[in-house]
C-alpha cells in the first residue's frame, strides 16, 4: 500500500476532464482521487482503505493523510462513508460485528490495524466528540475525569483537578461551570454539553480529535463557539471534522475531503475547494446541485 | 385525476367529519369500558375476598373462672415436668361444669366441653408457667372458643338465626347465655399471625408459610438476580449474533411460557431425586422458582439493558474505555433501575407460585415455623390451597384471609418495584 | 467546462442567479448602446444624441445599485459556493466595469457637445472612429464571451486591447505633434485627446469583462497580467 507515492496524488489534477465526464451513475467503479490527498508531515496516513458492512462495500479504496496540526473537513452528501471512514481512525467500528476493515491506516507511521494493537492506547490517543452531545449521566467533574481516570493518568485528586481545570479551560467552558462542577452535565445547554464532551475528550490528551457532525445538533450561536474552539485546538491537535455544513467546513478547515457513494472524490485547500472544485461532482454538492 | 377546488375539499372533509367523530368516541367508549371491566372484576374479588376473610382477623373468646387446683391438675409444684402432664383439660371442664351446674348426662357434657377450644389448656398452661404462684388459686380468664362456636358466633351477627352446622340448641342456648352474661367476647386474631398451621382452625395460623415463602423468596432473589442479569449482559453487550445466540434468546422466550409445573417436574428429578436434596424445604423451592423466574429477569434485564442510549457506549468507548468498564461504569448503572423492576416482578410471580412446589414436597402439612432454608416449610400460596381443601367452616375464612395477607405482600412488592424505579432513575 | 446554472434543487436559487445574469446583459446592451451613440454624436457634431447619452448615463447608474443590490441579497441569502460564487463576483465586479464604461460614454458625450460649441477639431476623427469600432467590438465580443462562458473567446478580446492601447498611443502622439505645430487648435485637440483616452478606458473595461469570464468559467484571477495563472491551473 505504500507503493501509492505522493506523485500519485499531484499527478491527478493535471487531467481533471476525463474524471469530470463521469456522472453519479459510476458508483461502483473506482475513482482516483482529484486534488491533494496526500501531505508531507501526515500525522494520520490511509493508504487504499475499503470498508465492508457485510457484503456492501461502504468506503471504495480511500488513501488520505491528515497532516500535523491541521484541521481536514470530510463533506459529502448523507450516507457518502465519511462518518465510517472517520470512525476507522479510532476503530469505532470495531464495535459493529459486521463492519470489515481492509487497507493501511497509520499513526505516526504506526499501524493502528493489526492483531497487536490495543484499541484502549489508541482510543486514548485519537480521541472522538459525537453528533449529539453525550456527556455521561454524572457530575461535569466526573465527566471530564472519566478518561484521566481510567487510564490512570492522574494519581492523586489535585492532578485530577488541574487536569479537569485544564480541560475544561481549554474547551472554553470553565467560566461557565467552575460554580457548579458537582451539578450533572446533562443538565447543561446543547453547546455547553457539546464542548463539555471536547473537555472529556482533551481531558487524555489524544493527539487526534475526530469530530463527527459535532454542530448538527446545536443553534448558530452554539456552533460559532465551537467552530471558535476548534480553530483554537488547532494548535496542539491534528482534528479530523465531519460536518453537513459546508460552510462549516469551509470556515474551520485547512483542507476539504469530498466523499461520494464511498468513494473520495477529492481534496484540495478549503479555499480551492469552496471557489473552484476540480471535480464535478465536488461541484455540483457544494452549490446544491443534486436532486 | 380530477383537480379539486379548495372548496370542494373542504366540503369532502366535512362530510366525513361527523363519522370519523363518532369512531373517535365509539374507541374511546370501548376503551374506557374494557377498563371499567377490569376495574368492577378486581373489586368485586377484593370485595369477596375481603368480606369473606375479614372475619378471620377476629376471634371468640370465652370467659371462664378457673380454679388451678393442683388435685384436678394432678401436680404438687410448678415446674417444667408437672407442667407437662398436667391436666389442664380437666380444669377447665371443672369451670365449665361449674359455669352450667345443671348439665348432666355424657353426650351433654360432651357438648358442653366442646365449647372450649382443644387449644385452651396449653393457654393455661402457659399462664401457670409464667406465673406459678397461681397454682391453687382461682382466676377469671379469657379462654379461645371452638371454632364451631365462633362460627355460630360469627353468623349470629349476621343473621338472626345464625350458621348452626355442628352446633346444637343447648349449645346454642348456653352461647347465649354467656352472650347476655358477657362472657363471650370477641377479640383480635393475634394466632392468626402468630401461629402455624393446625388442623383446628381457631389454633390455624399462616406464620409458618410467610416464613417459608420469605425464605424460598430469599433463595430465588439471591439466585435469579445474579445469574439473570449476567446472562442478560453477555446476551447483549459481548455475545456476537449469530445462529447460536438466536438459538439461545429464542429458548429463553419459549422458558418463560413453559407451564410452572414443568418446573417442579424438573426440580424433582434434578435436585430431589438427583442432588438428594431434602423434600420440603425452601432450599428446592427457591431452586425451582429460580429457574421459574430466570427467563422473566433475563428478559427484562435484556429490555433494560438496550433501553440504555448506545450514544452512552459510544461515548465511553470513545474515551477508551474496555467493555467491561462501558458495562460496569454506565451502561449497569443507567439499567438497574429496569434490572430491579423485572426482578421484583419475577418475585411477585414466584410468590404467587403454587404448582412447581406441589411437586417438590412444599405442600406438606407443617405446623413449626421453619429455621432455615433447608427446614420443611411451606408457602402462603400452598397454605391457600390446603386451607381452601380443608372442611371446617371456619377455614373459609381463614383462606380468605390468607389470600388477603398474599396480595397485601404481592401489592407492598410492586409498589417497593415503583418506588426503586422512582428513585433509582436518574432524571439527568 | 460547462456551466449549469439552472440545475440547483432550489429553483428560487436558479432564477435568482439567472435573473442577475440577464440584469447584467441588459445593461451591457444598454452600455454598448451608450457608447455607439456618444462616439456618434462626436463624429456627427449631434449635441442632441449626446445630451441622450447623458440623460441614460444617470439609468445605468440606477440599474449598477439595483444589481448590486441584488447580488447581495443573494449572498446573504443563499451563501453560493464555487462556480455560483464566481458568477456572482463576476456580475458584480462586471457591472462596475459596465457602469464605468457608461461615465467614459457620458465623457465622450460632453466632448461632443464641447466640440460642437467649440466647433470641431481640425483632426481626430479617423483616429476615433478606428479605436471606437475595435473597442465596441471588444465590448460586444467580451459580453457575447459571457453569454456563452467562452473561455477562448475571451481570450482572443482580451488580446486585442494591446493594438487598442498601441492604436491610441499612436493617435495620441499624432494629435501632440499637431498641437505643437498648431498651438491655436490646442482646446480643440484636447477634446479629442480626452475622446480617445475615454475609448482607450472603454478597452481596459472590456477586457477587465473577458478578464471575468475567464474567473467564471476557469476560477482563475488573471487580472493585473496573470494570465500564465490560468496555464498554471
Known sequence: MNTMTLDAGHAAPAQPESLEKETVDSQTKVRETVGQPFCDDAKLRMRGVNVFYGEAQAIHEVSLDIGRNEVVAMIGPSGCGKSTFLRCLNRMNDTIDSCRVEGEVTLDDEPIYGPKVDVVPLRARVGMVFQKPNPFPKSIYDNVAYGPKIHGIASRRAELDDIVENSLRRAGLWNEVKERLDKPGTGLSGGQQQRLCIARAIAVSPEVILMDEPCSALDPIATARIEELIDELRENYTIAIVTHSMQQAARVSQRTAYFHLGHLVEVNDTETVFTNPQHELTEAYITGRFG | ?428 | MDMHFDQHISRQFNEDLESIKTEMLEMGGMVTRQVADAVESLANADSELAEKVLRVEEEIDRREMALDEHATLIIAKRQPAASDLRMVMSVIRIARDLERVGDEAGKIAKMAIALTDEGTSPRGYTEIRHIASAVRRMLNDSLDAYTRFDVQSAMRTLAEDEQVDMDYRTAVREMITYMMEDPRSISRVMNVLWTLRSLERIGDHAKNICEQVVYLVEGTDIRHGHEDNLKKA
Open chain 2, 1 to 428: 385525476m380530477t383537480d379539486l377546488t379548495q372548496q370542494q375539499v373542504r366540503e369532502r372533509i366535512e362530510r366525513r367529519l361527523a363519522s370519523r367523530h363518532l369512531k373517535e368516541k365509539i374507541f374511546r367508549g370501548l376503551g374506557i369500558a374494557s377498563i371499567a371491566f377490569g376495574v368492577l372484576a378486581v373489586a368485586i374479588l377484593f370485595a369477596d375476598i375481603i368480606a369473606k376473610g375479614s372475619g378471620a382477623f377476629v376471634q371468640s373468646d370465652i370467659q371462664l373462672e378457673i380454679t388451678y387446683d393442683p388435685a384436678v391438675l394432678g401436680i404438687e409444684q410448678v415446674d417444667q415436668e408437672s407442667l407437662t402432664w398436667a391436666n389442664f383439660t380437666g380444669v377447665i371442664r371443672e369451670a365449665l361444669r361449674e359455669r352450667f351446674p345443671d348439665v348432666s348426662g355424657r353426650a351433654e357434657k360432651r357438648e358442653l366441653y366442646s365449647l372450649v377450644s382443644t387449644g385452651a389448656p396449653f393457654a393455661l398452661r402457659d399462664r401457670l408457667a409464667a406465673d406459678p404462684e397461681l397454682l391453687g388459686q382461682t382466676e377469671k380468664v379469657w379462654l379461645t372458643a371452638d371454632d364451631d362456636v365462633d362460627t355460630f358466633v360469627k353468623s349470629l351477627s349476621d343473621s338472626r338465626n345464625g350458621f348452626r352446622g355442628r352446633t346444637s340448641d343447648r349449645m346454642a342456648g348456653w352461647i347465649d347465655q354467656l352472650l347476655v352474661a358477657g362472657e363471650l367476647k370477641k377479640r383480635f386474631n393475634s394466632n392468626f399471625f402468630t401461629n402455624g398451621d393446625s388442623r383446628e382452625p381457631e389454633q390455624a395460623g399462616i406464620r409458618a408459610a410467610l416464613v417459608g415463602s420469605l425464605f424460598t423468596l430469599l433463595v430465588t432473589l439471591m439466585l435469579s438476580f445474579p445469574i439473570g442479569v449476567a446472562a442478560a449482559i453477555y446476551l447483549e453487550e459481548y455475545a456476537p449474533r449469530n445462529r447460536w445466540t438466536d438459538l439461545i434468546e429464542v429458548n429463553i422466550n419459549n422458558l418463560a411460557a413453559v407451564p410452572s409445573i414443568v418446573f417442579g417436574l424438573l426440580g424433582l428429578a434434578i435436585f430431589i431425586n438427583f442432588f438428594e436434596m431434602p423434600r420440603s424445604a425452601p432450599l428446592v423451592g427457591g431452586l425451582v422458582l429460580t429457574l421459574m423466574t430466570l427467563p422473566t429477569i433475563i428478559i427484562s434485564s435484556r429490555a433494560s439493558l438496550k433501553a440504555v442510549p448506545p450514544s452512552i457506549r459510544e461515548a465511553a468507548m470513545g474515551m477508551g474505555a474496555s467493555r467491561m468498564q462501558v458495562v460496569f461504569h454506565h451502561v449497569l448503572p443507567l439499567a438497574m433501575p429496569g434490572m430491579l423492576t423485572g426482578a421484583i416482578i419475577g418475585m411477585a410471580q414466584a410468590l404467587g407460585e403454587t404448582a412447581p412446589l406441589l411437586m417438590i414436597g412444599m405442600v406438606a402439612f407443617i405446623v413449626d415455623v421453619p429455621h432455615g432454608i433447608t427446614d420443611p416449610a411451606t408457602v402462603l400460596p400452598v397454605q391457600i390451597f390446603l386451607w381452601a381443601d380443608s372442611p371446617e367452616r371456619a377455614f373459609v375464612e381463614r383462606t380468605s384471609a390468607a389470600i388477603m395477607v398474599l396480595l397485601s405482600v404481592l401489592i407492598a412488592m410492586n409498589a417497593s418495584a415503583v418506588w426503586l424505579r422512582k428513585k433509582l432513575e436518574r432524571r439527568w
